[in-house]
């Protein structure tokens, strides 16, 4: 049964790749293409406490793109921060900014980096569901992402 | 005049060096109460707190089990459930075995985190995981012990306009209460799990 569900998670995300592939051209900037791989988000008890989202964006064109935020219906607040650990093992959380997602290169948000902070949650986030969301990139370039919600005890994309 | 130039170089390579040094400890930023690998001696399992289930518990309380303490908010949406969910996984992983291990996790901002708070957040987890909170005084008194460190940062864009920084490092204390190790809590469940039933076992 797990193997199944691995095989159908593996599947939608294939799908969700394929939707969320954008490509734009634009006049004397080169191509624009972002790929959205692995979204996924943490259940929720309840609409008190800050969700947690998390994908990669692979840089497939030839410009360099800068992630700088993101619109949820599911939530009144959603912002992108990263998490801090210093030599000493305290962590931290600081507003994360505008993030470069180099030629070629990959951005990962994943736990104990940067993250997509859900706040003012509207509805909680509720395992084996999907919400919508939309990256916002430089140059006005948005993207509609589907994220899947795995358990709260999920260490990534795969549970 | 080559002496010269030696001396002058020797000189730019000693200030490059202190600026240098400079710029990596102005990159660390927090005020540090913990090391990353304390001295076992000063790391001590002192506390006393009401746990989610509105008992109050000590230290001495867990005598005979090996103690897994994390500590964290409710509010954090990335470390906390992350090592949260890496403790509930090890105590999957260890299955019968996991009798022997009692994980805690210690509040450090006990103004939002009440023992009722915590009863609806923790369990969700892992059953075995007890959630632990105490008046800001005793929270103090408790990290002093545990040569855990933890602020509130200030943040507009976070709920209630602040978040925790605070030591995210898991601490393991063997059955008779004295400090063993720590482990970073991101490290992989299956290694926390083996390291433990080895400990168990000897």
């Known amino acids: ?33 972002i790929v959205v791989e692995q979204p996924w988000a943490r259940a929720s008890i309840g609409t008190s406490r800050p969700g947690g989202a998390y994908l990669a964006l692979r840089n497939e064109g030839d410009v ?15 912002s992108i921060h990263e998490t801090q ?41 509720v395992e084996g569901e999907t919400f919508p969301m939309t990256l916002l990139f430089s140059d006005g370039l948005e993207i509609e992402v589907v994220v899947p919600v795995l358990r709260i005890g999920a260490r990534g994309p795969e549970g | 005049m080559t002496n010269v130039r030696i001396i002058l170089w020797s000189i730019v390579a000693v200030a490059i060096a202190i600026v240098g040094g400079f710029w990596i400890s102005e990159r660390g930023q927090l005020p540090v109460a913990a090391t990353r690998l304390p001295a076992a001696e000063t790391v001590l399992a002192d506390f006393e707190l009401t746990d989610h289930n509105g008992m ?30 890496t403790i509930a996984q090890v105590m999957d992983d260890l299955g019968a075995e996991g009798e022997a291990v009692q994980p805690l996790f210690i509040t450090v901002d006990p103004e939002r985190d009440t023992p009722s708070v915590l009863a609806n957040y923790i369990p969700q987890f892992g059953p075995s995981i ?38 995210s490092s898991f601490l393991l204390f063997d059955p008779q209460g004295e400090f063993v190790r720590i482990y970073e809590y991101d490290l992989d469940p299956s290694q926390i799990a083996s390291d433990l039933q080895q400990r168990i076992g000897s």
């Open chain 1, 85 to 125: 650990t210093n030599d000493e093992g305290v962590s931290r959380m600081v507003p994360a900014g505008d993030i470069e997602i180099p030629v070629g290169g990959t951005l990962a948000l994943e736990p104990g980096s940067y993250h997509i902070m859900l706040m003012k949650l509207q509805s909680p986030l």
């Open chain 2, 56 to 85: 109050v518990q000590t230290d001495e309380d867990f005598r005979g089990r090996w103690m897994l303490v994390f500590f964290g908010f409710t509010n954090c949406p990335d470390v906390c459930p992350m090592g949260l969910a």
């Open chain 1, 1 to 33: 049964m797990r193997h199944i569900t691995n095989t159908l998670r593996c599947l939608s995300f294939g799908l969700l790749m394929g939707l969320s592939t954008v490509s734009a051209a634009q006049e004397n900037a080169g191509d624009i293409k």
């Open chain 2, 130 to 167: 007890l959630g632990l909170s105490g008046p800001q005084e005793q929270t103090q008194q408790t990290a002093k012990a545990f040569k855990v460190y933890y602020q509130r940062n200030e943040d507009e864009s976070a709920p209630d306009g602040y978040t925790m920084g605070h030591t």
């Open chain 1, 64 to 78: 360099p793109v800068y992630l700088v935020g993101l619109r949820a219906d599911i939530s009144a607040m959603a």
